[in-house]
């Protein structure tokens, strides 16, 4: 079964406005974190940001916000005022703990283009 | 800062040759992994280690072996080449707890 799920394999974004990424993730684990990462046509992988299971606040970097659902199993990721150099491919990934192996997987991708 | 570096960059590999490529970390991590892309997908887990010594299998590790002897270094190796792992090879690093994973630059490979 998949652990980590992205069901929109891609997406058009008008430039200046936000955009949401879905993520659901499966783990019977209590101790796990979500992230995301976004990945250029160049190939290299950029950490967005991070939630912690436990962390109560929903995570916010910049114009990135995760919006935590716990009992959902969901963890999407808010673009705000998409600019053009968010055109890439973004990845959920899901860290687990101990009890799992502490496994880092990752879910199929959402591909982003923003236009002018 | 060098962080995760990928040993080679690029690479082509005849169907049967054998190969290892070599992931370094300079920051002390104890978790490394390593994933393959194909083309317009997401990565897949092959193997992991969660400290020097360790390993242990991904979602695809048939065709491939690992080995950790040093806590900085994590080696993917490829015994019989088949062309069904050509691919991107990315590497990746993190500590413990609620930290990033780095990412090596990733292995362009070939196999024909």
């Known amino acids: 079964a998949q652990k980590i799920t992205q069901t929109q394999p891609g997406m058009f974004v008008q430039e200046k406005e936000a955009v949401t990424l879905d993520c659901t993730y499966d783990?019977?684990?209590?101790?796990?974190?979500l992230f995301w990462y976004k990945q250029p046509s160049s190939g290299e992988m950029i950490f967005l940001i991070y939630q912690g299971s436990y962390d109560e606040q929903n995570a916010t970097e910049g114009r990135y916000s995760l919006n935590f659902q716990k009992a959902r199993k969901s963890a999407n990721l808010v673009i705000s005022a998409s600019q053009l150099g968010d055109s890439a491919m973004y990845f959920c990934?899901?860290?687990?703990?101990?009890?799992?192996?502490?496994?880092?997987?990752f879910g199929g991708g959402t591909r982003v283009l923003v236009k002018p | 800062n060098a962080g995760v570096t990928q040993t080679p960059k690029f690479r082509v590999l005849k169907t049967g040759q054998s190969m290892t490529l070599l992931c370094a970390q300079d920051m002390n991590h104890e978790y490394m992994y390593w994933y393959r892309q194909d083309p317009g997908m997401g990565l897949r887990l092959i193997h992991y280690s969660v400290g020097e010594g360790t390993t242990a299998k991904g979602e695809v590790p048939d065709g491939y072996n690992v080995s950790r002897l040093k806590k900085q270094n994590f080696l993917l190796g490829l015994e019989s080449a088949a062309p069904s792992q050509t691919s991107v090879y990315f590497c990746?690093?993190?500590?413990?707890?609620?930290?990033?994973?780095?990412f090596g630059q990733g292995t362009r490979l070939t196999v024909v």
């Open positions: 783990t019977s684990d209590q101790s796990y974190g």
């Open positions: 990746a690093s993190r500590g413990g707890g609620g930290t990033e994973a780095f």
């Open positions: 990934a899901m860290r687990e703990g101990k009890a799992a192996g502490n496994k880092l997987t």
